[in-house]
Nanobody, 122 residues
């Protein structure tokens, strides 16, 4: 079991930056694979970025070069640094975790946070 608590969302103008944080609590084995997902109104949830236990990462094409995922195991915190934000990045962002590796950006994670809202205005 693992609990995930996101923070850091907010409103920003296009071109701005935000850093999302996800504090996780529980068995370390349940966080081998962690990711950030987002869901905009009327759209399906989509994977944004993921990080494996060995530090390898992957990103959705729409955020490559703008977003960076990282993990601080000492602080039990997952981060998503978002730069050059666009209005189309507006969504509720969710942190996810799983004890299986290799899930990538597939929406198959077992554990989810409650979400944090990001709004980007033009």
């Amino acid at each position: 079991q693992v609990q995930l608590v996101e923070s850091g969302g907010g409103s920003v103008q296009a071109g701005g930056s935000l850093r999302l944080s996800c504090s996780y609590f529980g068995y370390p084995d349940s966080t081998y694979c962690m990711g950030w997902f987002r869901q905009a109104p009327g759209k399906e949830r989509e994977g944004v970025a993921h990080i494996e236990w060995d530090g390898s990462t992957s990103y959705a094409d729409s955020v490559k070069g703008r977003f960076t995922i990282s993990k601080d195991n000492a602080k039990n915190t997952l981060y998503l640094q978002m730069n050059s934000l666009k209005p189309e990045d507006t969504a509720t962002y969710y942190c996810a975790a799983d004890g299986r590796d290799g899930l990538g950006l597939r929406d198959e994670y077992n554990y989810w946070g409650q979400g944090t809202q990001v709004t980007v205005s033009s």
